[in-house]
């Protein structure tokens, strides 16, 4: 079963050379201290930077340098900073050719809620609707279950909708799927994961085709 730092890893993989990219809030802003080295990839914070970086050591913090998640970050060389009518105009002209974001729940046609829990006090949607609006491709990184142990994993997502039918990809504790017009495709195990375990804990139409290799995360 992977950790939080085991799911950024894993979507790292995902990631190409000459890719821009922007990561939403929670496990997506880990991806950013694990792209392989040497590749050429930009990171867009829709607050107002392209060219953001990994996450400064402890007592390297510039209070002035934040994600959209308002953690502090660094910059790499050739960075640019900008106001979120630019930001988003990046976003809704699909400039951005990969977008990772956290969810709440997805269903098995790609459908993701990702804002809010009925009755609980929110800040509101964010830039979220015009990334799943707009994005290219979009791979979420989320729990498969939840602290009771229900599936996250739906037929019919239960929570508002952000998007639908907008989600490629998922990666979770447990296993990597894709969204077909079928379901949810078993593509690989976390290590130590059984299929039959992914089975269980997976409420929605779940493909499974021949042998399920294990993740191999370094």
């Given at each position: ?15 190409r050379e000459g890719y821009y990219v922007n990561l939403g809030i ?71 050719d990969l977008t990772i974001l956290g969810a709440m729940e997805v ?97 929605g139409r779940l493909v499974i085709e021949g042998d399920v290799p ?5």
């Open positions: 079963m992977l950790d939080k730092v085991g799911i950024a890893k894993r979507i790292a993989k995902e990631i929670g496990i997506p802003t880990l991806v950013a201290n694990y792209i392989p080295k040497g590749m050429n990839v930009v990171l867009q914070s829709e607050n107002g930077l392209l060219g953001m970086g990994p996450f400064p050591y402890e007592g390297e913090e510039d209070a002035d340098l934040i994600n959209a998640g308002k953690q502090t970050i660094t910059t790499v060389a050739g960075s640019a900073f900008f106001d979120s009518a630019m930001s988003f105009g990046m976003i809704r002209s699909r400039k951005v269903s098995d046609s790609g459908d993701i809620a990702n804002w809010k829990i009925p009755g609980k006090m929110v800040k509101g949607m964010g830039g979220a609707m015009d990334l799943v609006a707009s994005a290219k491709n979009i791979i979420v990184a989320m729990q498969h279950v939840n602290k009771a142990g229900e599936s996250k994993l739906l037929p019919k997502c239960d929570l508002p909708l952000t998007g639908v039918r907008c989600v490629k990809k998922i990666v979770t504790e447990l296993a990597v799927l894709d969204i077909t017009p079928q379901g949810f495709r078993l593509l690989e195990r976390a290590p130590g994961i059984s299929v039959e375990q992914i089975k269980n804990a997976t409420r294990e993740m191999i995360i370094e």
